[in-house]
């Protein structure tokens, strides 16, 4: 039989899993927009740069 600490431990993961996952839900949107803007910046640059070259 479990201890009675180790219940309480599952009792709160149990509780606590819920808000992880929508934290790794909030967290991946925001991830994958910041790469995006960072790829556009970065090619924004690049053809300024090649301009400039011409």
Known sequence: MPTPILQ???I???LISPFIA???MA???VVGFSMLMRA???HA???AKAGAAR
């Open 27 to 29: 967290a991946i949107p």
């Open 8 to 10: 309480i431990k599952r």
């Open 22 to 24: 929508l934290a790794y």
């Open 40 to 42: 556009r910046k970065a």
């Open 12 to 14: 709160v993961l149990f």
């Open 45 to 47: 640059q690049g053809d």
